[in-house]
Every structure is written in C-alpha cells, then in structure tokens.
Nanobody, 119 residues
Framework: EVQLVESGGGMVQPGGSLRLSCAAS????????MSWVRQAPGKGPEWVSSIKVGGRTTYYADSVKGRFTISRDNAKNTLYLQMNSLNVEDTALYYCARSGPTQWVAAPRGQGTQVTVSS
C-alpha cells in the first residue's frame, strides 16, 4: 500500500521559512518522480514542484520559482520542500504526490500538511 506522510507545516510570518518533509513507504521510492501540490482555501489544487528520480532535475511553478527548493533523499525514502520568503499567497494544504509534473491530478498523495502565512 502506497503511503505518503507529510510533515513540517505550521504558521509563519511573511518572509519566513519552513521545510516540509514527505515520508514514503509501500513502494520503491527511488524509481518514481515526485511532486508537491498545494490547495488553498476555496481554490482548486495547484502543482508546486516536481523532481525526477535522480534528484538532479527539478521543476517549479512560476509562483514559487526562486523561493522554494525541492529535494529528495532516496536512501531515506523522503521528499523535501524548502520554502523561503513565504507570503500570504502560499497559505495552503501541501501534499506530496507520487508523480511527475504532468500526472499529479490523479496520482497517489498524502493527507497533507497545513502551511499558514500570516502576520
């Protein structure tokens, strides 16, 4: 059974940083592209970032490019999202998904971790 468990969310002031983690189990993590997706209150899901299996190729939505960094540790079966210079528009429930940048809509995902940016 595919399991994805996100952690690291919380409340932070504008300009702050958070690091999200996603612990994967139930599948061979190292052979799958992975992504982060978010959903803000009252809005549909939005793709945020993806990383290829080897970890060297990454993709970002324009809204987070230059502020967020996706990474993975295949030895630990863990996906990360370092988020810097957070703003109120980043407030959302963040999910990790077992997918690349174009298949995330129907991909397996976790329960999410809440990120709230507020002064």
């Amino acid at each position: 059974e595919v399991q994805l468990v996100e952690s690291g969310g919380g409340m932070v002031q504008p300009g702050g940083s958070l690091r999200l983690s996603c612990a994967a189990s139930g599948f061979t993590f190292s052979i799958y592209d992975m992504s982060w997706v978010r959903q803000a209150p009252g809005k549909g899901p939005e793709w945020v970032s993806s990383i290829k299996v080897g970890g060297r190729t990454t993709y970002y939505a324009d809204s987070v490019k230059g502020r967020f960094t996706i990474s993975r540790d295949n030895a630990k079966n863990t996906l990360y999202l370092q988020m810097n210079s957070l703003n109120v528009e980043d407030t959302a429930l963040y999910y990790c998904a077992r997918s690349g940048p174009t298949q995330w809509v129907a991909a397996p995902r976790g329960q999410g971790t809440q990120v709230t940016v507020s002064s």
